[in-house]
Structure formats: C-alpha cells, structure tokens
C-alpha cells in the first residue's frame, strides 16, 4: 500500500498549518471560549473560502472531491491546534449521511451550501438510554398527512445549538433494539416542536440536547430508504472515529513538541530536568505510542473505502483502541512531565488532555470497542 502524499495532499497540509498557525494560537483559541457561539464565524468562511469545508464533496456539488486521506490530514491539523468549529459534524457527520443516503434533489440542495459555508448540519442520532448501541432508538417517527411526525429525544449532538438542518434518526418500525425499523430525516433547526439546549463541553467545543414533540416533516425530508438507515448510521459513525483518530494525532505531535520543550528549558538544580535519564525514557515512550496511534488512525482512515461491512467494522474497532489508548498514554505523560503548570487553565498541555479525552468518549469508548472485538473472537 502507497502511504506517500501527493502534492495536493501536501499543498493542502502546508496551506492549513499556515493558516491556523496564524489565526488559531493559544490565547486567540481562550477567547473564541468566552463568545456566545464558542467558535469563529469569520473562520468558518476562510475554511470556505480555502476549499476545506467542500473538501470530501464532489466538484458538482461545489466540492473539492477528495477522499478519506485529505480529511485525515486536515483533521490533524486541527487537532495541532485545539480548533473549535463545527467540521466534525457539518462536513463529516452530516455531509457523509448526505453522500451516502441522500437523493440527487437533497445533495443539490444541501451540500453546495455546505461547500460554501452558508449550512451547518448535526447528526443526532444517540439517546441517554442508548449509551453507545447504534440501534437503541426509542424517538419514533410515525406516517401523517403524507409525512411523518417525529417524537423523541437526542443527547450529546455535536454541535447541534448551531445547526440549520439536524439529521435525525427514528424509529419508523421494529421494537427499541431491532437493526431494522431505522430512518434518518432532515429536520430544520427551527421547525416548530423542536427544543435544543446547547452547552460545552469539557474540552470546550460544544453540543446539545434535542427534544422533538410534534415535529412534522414532509416526505421529501426522507433520507435513504424507510426502515433502512442503519447501514448509513454506521457509516457516518465509522468516518467520525477515523477523522477523530486522526485529530488525536495531532493533539500527540502538539504535546509531544510541549513537552520535549519544557524537558529542554526547565531548570532544576542548575541543569535543564530533560538530562535527568528516566525523563528522557518517559519521552521516548510517548514517541512509540504517538507513532503506533499514528500507524492505527491510518488503519481507519483506509478502511473507510473497505466494502465488506464486518471488515471494516473490525478496523475501525481496532483503530479506536489503539488510537484511545496512545492518546490517553501521551495525554497523561505529558501533563505529569509539565508538572504542576500542566493542571492550570494558563497552559495549553491541559487544554489537549481534555480534548483526547473527550473523543475517547466519542461514538464508543475503548472499553466499548474492546468488547466487540472480542465478541468475534469469542
């Protein structure tokens, strides 16, 4: 397999680093924090304007048409700098529901604005009850007046305060656990009977809690076959775990730099802490770690074109341990390297720590995907 970049891949790399390099330091990231929205509007419009927000769009929707390597590297680039915009949902999450389930009419409408930077989406698909069981839907949507009528609930939408149009996940047939009976819809983010409540969380970026009483939605707003949304709903949460792999990434290269840093600068005793042997073999373990998460996001980053469903499942399992526990691995070494000043709000060795931690947390835990590779070797 050719792991090599092209030049475009290359190009892309280095245009966004430069960009974020200037726009997205520490302090600037603080404040974006303590606005209403916690995230740059103006940015939003220079990812548009850079090609970034089209990125996995086909060119005749107004896209760049790239694939699953060039969301890769711009993932990790953001993950270098803590960026707090809502890429993960509107162009990962609910672009990919798009691609895969959407009619040529709803692509045509939607992902051009998207491209372009005038929509953002959100997936809401998982509820309270559900933990992380894909097919755990108790929000039904049932037949009206040539549409449906959507009641229910939905918990920890990424970036869902913001959304213009939610896609949604319902149950249409089927008792609480059945993989089939599963449909998406597109619902707009100020249709009458829909509640949100936003909120941050721990890491910052933010999301929100969905109540749908009465929504009504017409049949156009259908996305993908009736009762079959659960193929598409795995999907778009396996290209969540590969991006997110990938963002971990370069929260590790971030730390790792930090922290190779403050062992080189801190004194202690007349010389700098980094001579000290044991510190040097704690850094050197943070490496191997960082470069097998690095070797494991790749896994999924390539297995997002795998077709056979079970392999790919297994994969993107794979890549989610491997991937949660290098990041915890670095994460936790680096704070304990920076010593106390990497507990504070002032340093931003912290502020990575929350965020790995917060997508180890993301469509599945270690733990999680843990028992369901076991559960096939078993």
């Given at each position: 397999?050719?792991?090599?970049?092209?030049?475009?891949?290359?190009?892309?790399?280095?245009?966004?680093?430069?960009?974020?390099?200037?726009?997205?330091?520490?302090?600037?990231?603080?404040?974006?924090?303590?606005?209403?929205?916690?995230?740059?509007?103006?940015?939003?419009?220079?990812?548009?304007?850079?090609?970034?927000?089209?990125?996995?769009?086909?060119?005749?929707?107004?896209?760049?048409?790239?694939?699953?390597?060039?969301?890769?590297?711009?993932?990790?680039?953001?993950?270098?700098?803590?960026?707090?915009?809502?890429?993960?949902?509107?162009?990962?999450?609910?672009?990919?529901?798009?691609?895969?389930?959407?009619?040529?009419?709803?692509?045509?409408?939607?992902?051009?604005?998207?491209?372009?930077?005038?929509?953002?989406?959100?997936?809401?698909?998982?509820?309270?009850?559900?933990?992380?069981?894909?097919?755990?839907?108790?929000?039904?949507?049932?037949?009206?007046?040539?549409?449906?009528?959507?009641?229910?609930?939905?918990?920890?939408?990424?970036?869902?305060?913001?959304?213009?149009?939610?896609?949604?996940?319902?149950?249409?047939?089927?008792?609480?656990?059945?993989?089939?009976?599963?449909?998406?819809?597109?619902?707009?983010?100020?249709?009458?009977?829909?509640?949100?409540?936003?909120?941050?969380?721990?890491?910052?970026?933010?999301?929100?809690?969905?109540?749908?009483?009465?929504?009504?939605?017409?049949?156009?707003?259908?996305?993908?076959?009736?009762?079959?949304?659960?193929?598409?709903?795995?999907?778009?949460?396996?290209?969540?775990?590969?991006?997110?792999?990938?963002e971990v990434i370069?929260?590790?290269?971030?730390?790792?730099?930090?922290?190779?840093?403050?062992?080189?600068?801190?004194?202690?005793?007349?010389?700098?802490?980094?001579?000290?042997?044991a510190l040097q073999?704690?850094?050197?373990?943070?490496?191997?770690?960082?470069?097998?998460?690095?070797?494991?996001?790749?896994?999924?980053?390539m297995s997002l074109?795998?077709?056979?469903?079970?392999?790919?499942?297994?994969?993107?399992?794979?890549?989610?341990?491997?991937?949660?526990?290098?990041?915890?691995?670095?994460?936790?070494?680096?704070?304990?390297?920076?010593?106390?000043?990497?507990?504070?709000?002032?340093?931003?060795?912290?502020?990575?720590?929350?965020?790995?931690?917060?997508?180890?947390?993301?469509?599945?835990?270690?733990?999680?995907?843990?028992?369901?590779?076991?559960?096939?070797?078993?």
């Amino acid at each position: 397999m050719d792991f090599d970049l092209t030049d475009d891949q290359r190009l892309l790399g280095d245009s966004v680093t430069r960009l974020l390099s200037a726009e997205y330091g520490f302090e600037q990231r603080k404040a974006l924090l303590k606005t209403p929205t916690g995230w740059s509007e103006a940015l939003w419009q220079r990812y548009a304007e850079l090609g970034l927000l089209g990125l996995p769009i086909a060119e005749d929707h107004g896209g760049f048409g790239g694939g699953p390597v060039d969301v890769m590297l711009l993932m990790q680039a953001f993950g270098r700098h803590l960026v707090l915009e809502p890429y993960l949902a509107t162009v990962v999450l609910g672009a990919t529901a798009l691609r895969l389930a959407g009619t040529d009419a709803q692509q045509g409408e939607i992902l051009p604005e998207v491209a372009a930077g005038t929509m953002k989406l959100a997936f809401a698909h998982y509820e309270r009850q559900a933990r992380y069981d894909l097919t755990d839907i108790l929000t039904t949507a049932k037949p009206k007046d040539g549409g449906f009528v959507l009641e229910g609930a939905k918990s920890v939408v990424l970036h869902g305060d913001c959304a213009d149009r939610l896609i949604v996940s319902a149950r249409t047939s089927g008792g609480r656990d059945d993989a089939g009976g599963l449909s998406l819809f597109l619902v707009d983010g100020n249709a009458p009977g829909l509640a949100r409540r936003g909120y941050a969380l721990r890491d910052g970026t933010r999301a929100a809690e969905l109540s749908l009483s009465g929504v009504q939605v017409p049949r156009e707003a259908l996305l993908g076959e009736v009762d079959g949304a659960l193929p598409t709903i795995q999907r778009v949460v396996e290209a969540g775990i590969a991006a997110t792999s990938a963002e971990v990434i370069g929260t590790m290269e971030a730390m790792q730099a930090m922290t190779l840093d403050y062992l080189k600068t801190r004194q202690q005793f007349g010389k700098p802490i980094g001579d000290n042997q044991a510190l040097q073999h704690r850094a050197a373990e943070m490496l191997v770690a960082m470069e097998q998460g690095r070797s494991m996001a790749m896994l999924a980053t390539m297995s997002l074109e795998e077709e056979d469903a079970a392999e790919r499942a297994r994969s993107i399992s794979m890549a989610k341990v491997g991937v949660g526990q290098a990041g915890r691995f670095v994460s936790q070494n680096a704070v304990q390297l920076h010593g106390g000043i990497g507990m504070t709000e002032e340093y931003a060795v912290g502020h990575f720590f929350r965020r790995v931690m917060v997508i180890e947390h993301l469509f599945g835990d270690t733990a999680t995907h843990l028992d369901r590779l076991a559960d096939q070797v078993a």
